[in-house]
């Protein structure tokens, strides 16, 4: 099920780059793949980790994560994906994203936790690379993202509990507090 997840978003991803760079994009779901695998996560969270862009920033639909990877992949990948950007402000929908993180189930928690290491660690590398020219490439400026990944890393602290996990939340922790300086607020 994992290889028939990764050539999925494999197509589904394809020509797609991460932001301001010219690195293929499916890089992102393999990284986050990889931290779940590293955690001993199930088969289904590993496939909804290769597949978790797939439904905000691609034409996947609901129906062929369904008939493709089963309800409970296809729910997941629903549980981290952002309300519909053309409806909803950036600040509206990474509030929908905290808020939703304060009651979300585990597999959710974990699967959030780990795209989003995978990014503020991508954020880390470019910063180290580019300096404060990094942040032009973002919809909004360097302050609105401390704002968000601190409030991330105080809800993953809050809600995922010591142990294997919780040193991935310690990993983030790191990784906010290198790219914007201090312990997390």
Same mark, same amino acid.
């Given at each position: @099920?994992?290889?028939?997840?990764?050539?999925? !978003?494999?197509?589904?991803? *394809?020509?797609?780059?991460?932001?301001? $760079?010219?690195? #293929?994009?499916?890089?992102?779901?393999?990284?986050?793949?990889?931290?779940?695998?590293?955690?001993?996560?199930?088969? $289904?969270?590993?496939?909804?980790?290769?597949?978790?862009?797939?439904?905000? /920033? $691609?034409?996947? $639909? @609901?129906?062929?994560? =369904? &008939?493709?990877?089963?309800? &409970?992949?296809?729910?997941?990948?629903? *549980? %981290?994906?952002?309300?519909?950007? *053309?409806?909803?402000?950036? &600040?509206?929908?990474?509030?929908?994203?905290?808020?939703?993180?304060?009651?979300?189930?585990? +597999?959710?928690?974990?699967? *959030?936790?780990? /795209?989003?290491?995978?990014?503020? =660690?991508?954020?880390? &590398? /470019?910063?180290? =690379?580019?300096?404060? %020219?990094?942040?032009?490439?973002?919809?909004? #400026?360097?302050?609105?993202?401390?704002?968000?990944?601190?409030?991330?890393? =105080?809800?993953?602290?809050?809600?995922?509990? +010591?142990?294997? #996990?919780?040193?991935?939340?310690?990993?983030?922790?790191?990784?906010? !507090?290198?790219?914007?300086?201090? #312990?997390?607020?």
């Amino acid at each position: @099920m994992i290889f028939k997840a990764l050539e999925f !978003a494999a197509r589904a991803h *394809s020509g797609h780059y991460r932001k301001g $760079t010219k690195v #293929p994009y499916l890089l992102h779901p393999l990284q986050v793949a990889r931290i779940l695998i590293e955690q001993g996560c199930r088969e $289904t969270v590993v496939v909804a980790g290769l597949l978790h862009d797939t439904l905000e /920033d $691609t034409a996947a $639909t @609901m129906d062929q994560l =369904r &008939e493709c990877f089963g309800e &409970e992949a296809a729910d997941l990948v629903a *549980s %981290v994906s952002e309300p519909n950007k *053309s409806d909803h402000t950036w &600040e509206n929908r990474k509030a929908h994203t905290l808020r939703h993180l304060e009651t979300a189930a585990p +597999d959710t928690l974990i699967l *959030s936790l780990a /795209d989003k290491l995978d990014n503020i =660690r991508a954020i880390r &590398e /470019d910063g180290e =690379r580019l300096g404060e %020219v990094l942040w032009k490439r973002f919809n909004r #400026p360097r302050e609105k993202q401390k704002w968000y990944y601190e409030r991330l890393a =105080r809800t993953f602290r809050q809600r995922i509990p +010591d142990g294997l #996990p919780g040193a991935l939340v310690d990993s983030f922790e790191r990784e906010v !507090a290198a790219v914007f300086g201090g #312990p997390p607020a």
